[in-house]
């Protein structure tokens, strides 16, 4: 890289620099402020969200509370309680038959109301569920069933329109009061309306008249759920309570959804609770508030913005803003974070409450009675920021939280940082065009003197090395001038040092040519010497080559008659341990054969035996033939005795073959027993002469062994003298091997002097010629 372009360069980056700076600087400190007002305004607008939601809310809550507990107490509706109770329980219903009822209530189950609850949740075991159901309903409970729910002609979900389903004294009682209850319940947006009598835990009237309809809470299918709870809460209530709320839990006559109850006991006038009136909490009017009746942007929240409440096990209890506004991709966002049963219901039921886990900091913050507002992940794993609080509802706490995506209360910002980096690099790109001109001026201006200055160094090395010439530039004033005297200087001391190089160039040329011929005389007497001390070398290696195979014979037969020793004395243990074997073998032999005469004496003593069995056996056939012939004469009263004798005379008869086969076999173990014993006889006279000749052998042996004890010896001897003598040549043979080392260092030595004397003269010359280019 050129000087000028270095400048140019340098020009570029004492403008760009600084101005890089500033604008990093400027844009830095205006977005930093552009992000810290807007979280202010977005925390502030956040907060007065949460409290204005957190507001409503209590006041929504407060306004059950108050209604449910003033309606307990109005006239009319525990007029209405005593009645249907007293008409539930009337026992004029009995005449009615039971397995009717029960065969209807069941096939409504599993038609109408599986097909409706698959519609909803197709991945409940809904089977079962519906069998411990059925097998859970009492007698009234199916008579009401079948009465206003299976024989009620209007579809599921219309089931309230029906005002009586005949003329008992309940569906009096029913037509009465229905229309009322009824009208309430549409009036203020209820679930469902509920009369539960005290003493038994029935539900004795329902508005909707869904399958928890005329079940005991006491002892029915729903004794565990929130309701029974509700129910409960009420009957222990204090003196001073007038109400109790159950948190949201799956209910099965809703089709597992969440439901939440409120409940108030019914005093009689004497003061007695006579019944429990329940309230299934409205969802509608929850998700209204919080969701602001779907109108977010109209109180600042923007395209992303939602307040929603969140129970203790930390899943939603108000509608997601996103399954509202967008079902698809909301349930698209959460699928890698839910169940597939889970998203399966949030889709099947249109609702996320009680289905949608809300695992966040912000909600963790809350249920731990904390409140703050943060930035941090949502439920669907965005940034947010997110003013949270803890709620209470009844008797546990929820977490309430007004959010808003990171990514829009940030926008402006963002925008705002956009619009500076734009301009930031506008003013970089200018700024660079006018640094590259005046990088150009200033480079022309300094440069034309340097191009001269190299043009002179240039024609000096490149022509006939003309020392005598001054360069012009030392005329100047300025630092290029200080460079021209510089280099004058320079060039006057190079043509001294060229001067004294030629001269003493000369004197190294004759120097070079005596050391040359010292040398190559040095030479010629070292390699006289050299060849000398190699001829003596190799007699010694002969010579020591000798001395060590007699030292290895000596060694070799040391060790063989050292082998030989060893087999000698292991061959005479042998015969030792021989002679006592063959005696074992003789003992072992001898007892063998008094065992086998004793054997002999035992088989003669069987065959007395066996002979005695066969003079039975004979006898025995006598008899039974005897006694066949007795039966016979006995005619048709001795049948049975001549079986008898039959078999008795057959047994006789194998007895004497089975004693036959005996004796044979003994007979042949007496003659194998005989021959054993001649045999063990023979071998035992066999042993014990080969005990005597293992006894001689074993002799024989150890004298064998004892000389070659004495001849291992003095081969040992003669190895170590060979080994010794074995040690001076090679200490000898050393001695030359160093005297030729040196003689080889000394040739080699003289011989790169002799090379050193060479290149020296050629250097020389060289050097000469070299100087010579110049003119000085």
């Given at each position: 890289?050129?000087?000028?372009?270095?400048?140019?360069?340098?020009?570029?980056?004492?403008?760009?620099?600084?101005?890089?700076?500033?604008?990093?600087?400027?844009?830095?400190?205006?977005?930093?402020?552009?992000?810290?007002?807007?979280?202010?305004?977005?925390?502030?607008?956040?907060?007065?969200?949460?409290?204005?939601?957190?507001?409503?809310?209590?006041?929504?809550?407060?306004?059950?509370?108050?209604?449910?507990?003033?309606?307990?107490?109005?006239?009319?509706?525990?007029?209405?309680?005593?009645?249907?109770?007293?008409?539930?329980?009337?026992?004029?219903?009995?005449?009615?038959?039971?397995?009717?009822?029960?065969?209807?209530?069941?096939?409504?189950?599993?038609?109408?109301?599986?097909?409706?609850?698959?519609?909803?949740?197709?991945?409940?075991?809904?089977?079962?569920?519906?069998?411990?159901?059925?097998?859970?309903?009492?007698?009234?409970?199916?008579?009401?069933?079948?009465?206003?729910?299976?024989?009620?002609?209007?579809?599921?979900?219309?089931?309230?329109?029906?005002?009586?389903?005949?003329?008992?004294?309940?569906?009096?009682?029913?037509?009465?009061?229905?229309?009322?209850?009824?009208?309430?319940?549409?009036?203020?947006?209820?679930?469902?309306?509920?009369?539960?009598?005290?003493?038994?835990?029935?539900?004795?009237?329902?508005?909707?008249?869904?399958?928890?309809?005329?079940?005991?809470?006491?002892?029915?299918?729903?004794?565990?759920?929130?309701?029974?709870?509700?129910?409960?809460?009420?009957?222990?209530?204090?003196?001073?309570?007038?109400?109790?709320?159950?948190?949201?839990?799956?209910?099965?006559?809703?089709?597992?959804?969440?439901?939440?109850?409120?409940?108030?006991?019914?005093?009689?006038?004497?003061?007695?609770?006579?019944?429990?009136?329940?309230?299934?909490?409205?969802?509608?009017?929850?998700?209204?508030?919080?969701?602001?009746?779907?109108?977010?942007?109209?109180?600042?929240?923007?395209?992303?913005?939602?307040?929603?409440?969140?129970?203790?096990?930390?899943?939603?209890?108000?509608?997601?803003?996103?399954?509202?506004?967008?079902?698809?991709?909301?349930?698209?966002?959460?699928?890698?974070?839910?169940?597939?049963?889970?998203?399966?219901?949030?889709?099947?039921?249109?609702?996320?409450?009680?289905?949608?886990?809300?695992?966040?900091?912000?909600?963790?913050?809350?249920?731990?009675?904390?409140?703050?507002?943060?930035?941090?992940?949502?439920?669907?794993?965005?940034?947010?920021?997110?003013?949270?609080?803890?709620?209470?509802?009844?008797?546990?706490?929820?977490?309430?939280?007004?959010?808003?995506?990171?990514?829009?209360?940030?926008?402006?910002?963002?925008?705002?940082?956009?619009?500076?980096?734009?301009?930031?690099?506008?003013?970089l790109i200018i700024t660079t065009i006018i640094s590259v001109i005046i990088g150009l001026f200033a480079a022309s201006h300094l440069i034309k003197p340097l191009q001269i200055l190299v043009k002179r160094i240039n024609a000096i090395a490149q022509g006939d090395g003309d020392l005598t010439v001054k360069l012009a530039l030392a005329d100047r004033p300025d630092e290029i001038g200080q460079v021209g005297k510089a280099f004058n200087t320079f060039i006057e001391k190079i043509r001294n040092i060229i001067r004294d190089i030629d001269l003493h160039a000369s004197q190294l040329t004759t120097s070079s040519e005596e050391l040359s011929a010292v040398t190559l005389s040095t030479t010629e007497v070292v390699n006289k010497q050299k060849h000398k001390t190699e001829h003596s070398s190799q007699i010694m290696t002969e010579f020591n080559e000798d001395i060590k195979d007699i030292a290895n014979n000596s060694i070799d037969t040391a060790e063989l008659t050292q082998q030989a020793n060893?087999?000698?004395?292991?061959?005479?243990?042998?015969?030792?341990?021989?002679?006592?074997?063959?005696?074992?073998?003789?003992?072992?032999?001898?007892?063998?054969?008094?065992?086998?005469?004793?054997?002999?004496?035992?088989?003669?003593?069987?065959?007395?035996?066996?002979?005695?069995?066969?003079?039975?056996?004979?006898?025995?056939?006598?008899?039974?033939?005897?006694?066949?012939?007795?039966?016979?004469?006995?005619?048709?009263?001795?049948?049975?005795?001549?079986?008898?004798?039959?078999?008795?005379?057959?047994?006789?008869?194998?007895?004497?073959?089975?004693?036959?086969?005996?004796?044979?076999?003994?007979?042949?173990?007496?003659?194998?027993?005989?021959?054993?014993?001649?045999?063990?006889?023979?071998?035992?006279?066999?042993?014990?002469?080969?005990?005597?000749?293992?006894?001689?052998?074993?002799?024989?042996?150890?004298?064998?062994?004892?000389?070659?004890?004495?001849?291992?010896?003095?081969?040992?001897?003669?190895?170590?003298?060979?080994?010794?003598?074995?040690?001076?040549?090679?200490?000898?043979?050393?001695?030359?091997?160093?005297?030729?080392?040196?003689?080889?260092?000394?040739?080699?030595?003289?011989?790169?002097?002799?090379?050193?004397?060479?290149?020296?003269?050629?250097?020389?010359?060289?050097?000469?010629?070299?100087?010579?280019?110049?003119?000085?």
């Amino acid at each position: 890289m050129t000087i000028k372009t270095k400048l140019i360069i340098l020009a570029i980056l004492l403008a760009l620099i600084p101005a890089l700076i500033l604008s990093t600087t400027i844009t830095y400190n205006a977005n930093q402020s552009a992000f810290s007002a807007l979280e202010q305004k977005t925390t502030q607008r956040l907060t007065s969200l949460r409290e204005l939601k957190k507001a409503q809310i209590s006041d929504y809550i407060s306004d059950i509370e108050a209604q449910i507990s003033v309606m307990s107490k109005n006239i009319a509706v525990k007029s209405a309680a005593e009645k249907f109770i007293q008409t539930f329980h009337n026992k004029d219903v009995s005449h009615y038959d039971p397995s009717v009822h029960r065969f209807n209530v069941t096939q409504y189950y599993q038609q109408q109301f599986t097909q409706t609850f698959k519609t909803k949740n197709d991945t409940f075991n809904l089977s079962s569920q519906i069998t411990q159901t059925l097998a859970a309903l009492d007698e009234k409970a199916m008579y009401f069933q079948n009465k206003y729910i299976v024989g009620n002609p209007n579809p599921i979900g219309e089931k309230q329109r029906l005002t009586a389903a005949g003329n008992s004294h309940y569906d009096v009682i029913h037509s009465q009061y229905h229309s009322m209850f009824t009208h309430y319940l549409n009036q203020f947006g209820f679930y469902d309306l509920f009369i539960v009598d005290a003493k038994t835990g029935h539900i004795v009237y329902s508005v909707f008249k869904e399958v928890d309809f005329a079940t005991s809470l006491k002892t029915g299918p729903y004794a565990n759920s929130a309701i029974a709870k509700a129910f409960n809460q009420a009957l222990s209530l204090k003196k001073n309570t007038n109400s109790t709320l159950v948190e949201f839990e799956n209910y099965f006559p809703s089709y597992d959804q969440a439901a939440s109850f409120i409940a108030s006991p019914i005093n009689n006038a004497a003061g007695q609770t006579q019944a429990v009136l329940i309230f299934q909490m409205p969802i509608d009017g929850i998700n209204n508030i919080m969701t602001n009746n779907k109108q977010w942007q109209s109180i600042g929240l923007g395209l992303s913005g939602e307040t929603y409440l969140v129970g203790p096990n930390k899943t939603l209890r108000s509608e997601s803003r996103f399954l509202i506004e967008n079902k698809t991709e909301y349930l698209d966002n959460i699928k890698s974070l839910l169940t597939e049963q889970t998203i399966t219901k949030i889709k099947n039921f249109n609702s996320a409450i009680g289905l949608q886990k809300v695992d966040t900091l912000g909600v963790e913050l809350a249920l731990a009675g904390k409140t703050g507002v943060n930035q941090f992940q949502d439920y669907r794993g965005e940034s947010v920021l997110s003013a949270y609080t803890p709620f209470k509802y009844g008797n546990h706490t929820w977490a309430l939280l007004a959010e808003i995506d990171a990514k829009e209360a940030y926008a402006d910002a963002v925008s705002l940082t956009e619009n500076l980096i734009y301009d930031a690099i506008v003013t970089l790109i200018i700024t660079t065009i006018i640094s590259v001109i005046i990088g150009l001026f200033a480079a022309s201006h300094l440069i034309k003197p340097l191009q001269i200055l190299v043009k002179r160094i240039n024609a000096i090395a490149q022509g006939d090395g003309d020392l005598t010439v001054k360069l012009a530039l030392a005329d100047r004033p300025d630092e290029i001038g200080q460079v021209g005297k510089a280099f004058n200087t320079f060039i006057e001391k190079i043509r001294n040092i060229i001067r004294d190089i030629d001269l003493h160039a000369s004197q190294l040329t004759t120097s070079s040519e005596e050391l040359s011929a010292v040398t190559l005389s040095t030479t010629e007497v070292v390699n006289k010497q050299k060849h000398k001390t190699e001829h003596s070398s190799q007699i010694m290696t002969e010579f020591n080559e000798d001395i060590k195979d007699i030292a290895n014979n000596s060694i070799d037969t040391a060790e063989l008659t050292q082998q030989a020793n060893t087999e000698s004395s292991l061959g005479a243990k042998i015969s030792s341990q021989a002679e006592q074997s063959i005696l074992q073998l003789v003992n072992s032999v001898t007892v063998a054969s008094t065992e086998l005469e004793a054997l002999n004496k035992q088989i003669l003593e069987i065959t007395d035996i066996l002979n005695v069995i066969d003079s039975i056996a004979d006898q025995t056939n006598l008899l039974s033939l005897n006694a066949a012939i007795e039966a016979a004469r006995a005619g048709e009263s001795g049948r049975g005795f001549s079986v008898v004798a039959d078999e008795v005379r057959g047994l006789a008869a194998k007895t004497q073959q089975s004693t036959i086969e005996i004796q044979q076999k003994i007979h042949c173990l007496h003659s194998s027993s005989n021959t054993s014993v001649s045999a063990m006889q023979d071998a035992v006279d066999e042993a014990q002469h080969g005990i005597a000749l293992v006894k001689s052998t074993a002799q024989n042996l150890q004298l064998v062994a004892n000389l070659m004890a004495r001849v291992s010896c003095k081969n040992q001897e003669s190895a170590q003298v060979a080994h010794h003598q074995c040690d001076n040549v090679n200490h000898v043979h050393q001695n030359i091997k160093d005297i030729a080392a040196y003689t080889e260092n000394t040739a080699s030595a003289s011989l790169q002097t002799s090379q050193a004397s060479e290149e020296l003269a050629i250097l020389a010359v060289q050097l000469s010629t070299i100087v010579r280019q110049f003119k000085y």
